[in-house]
């Protein structure tokens, strides 16, 4: 294995998990907890691959349906649920989830553990000849991956924190049905190759990231009115 690789492969994943880690300045979350969620996050990687090998199988469809499929279901959909079930079975319940934040934190951490070894998975092994893999990849698909997990927690916290059982469910719905939307127009703008949507590509990137920068400045508002600051 080409260690020169790995490091670029692995960066990106543990820079933008440091960053969500100092940016939850005013009620910190406790590392072993935030190494647990990323490992969980990489060994999350197993089953998904398995669930999506079985669905691409079932893909019958001609052309751009095929494409859709592939990004909205096989990608989008089994990548969110696997990263969102993470959270859900190592933390939701936990009493270390004691404000919206850390819904993004949490779903954060769990992508970029995900996202590394999937980045590890393309520039190191798959694409290992092709240098530019592991500059695109560090720039644009392990940011998008963590840009779906913070739309994912802001769900997430508002189904959990919600007043009724009824605004609850309709929250925690949204934390999947809406990153795996997200994911699925990415993915498919990629795989398609149509050149209009390729145009698109860019400012649907832009929108990503000042959308989801404002959901964090929300609930980083809210923690710090919540502890005091």
């Known amino acids: 294995m080409n260690i020169n690789l790995f490091v670029t492969a692995v960066t990106p994943g543990i820079a933008l998990g440091l960053f969500i880690y100092l940016f939850d ?41 095929g494409v859709a499929y592939t990004a ?14 993470v959270v859900l079975k190592y933390v939701y319940f936990n009493p270390v989830f004691d404000e919206k934040l850390d819904g993004i934190v949490y779903c954060v951490i769990a992508a ?27 720039i644009i698909s392990v940011p998008a991956h963590m840009l779906f997990a913070v739309t994912m927690g802001y769900y997430l916290s508002m189904a959990k924190f919600a007043m009724t059982e009824e605004e609850s469910q309709f929250y925690f719905k949204k934390s999947l ?5 997200l994911h699925g127009i990415f993915d498919f703008i990629l795989m398609s190759q149509i050149d209009l949507l390729m145009v698109l590509f860019v400012p649907f990137v832009i929108y ?13 508002a809210d923690s710090k009115k919540r502890n005091g600051f």
């Open 177 to 181: 049905t809406v990153p795996a939307v």
């Open 208 to 220: 990503l990231w000042v959308n989801n920068f404002r959901k964090l400045n929300v609930y980083y």
């Open 72 to 85: 909205f279901i096989v990608a989008g959909f089994t990548e969110e649920y696997m990263k969102r079930q």
């Open 25 to 65: 300045r005013h009620d910190r979350e406790p590392v072993r907890v935030l190494l647990k969620v990323f490992v969980m996050g990489i060994i999350s990687v197993i089953p998904t691959v398995f669930v999506e090998n079985i669905l691409s199988f079932f893909n019958v469809f001609p052309g751009l349906l």
């Open 112 to 138: 970029l553990g995900f996202a590394t070894i999937e980045n590890v998975m393309y520039v190191v092994f798959r694409f290992a000849d092709v240098e530019s893999v592991g500059f695109y990849r560090a």
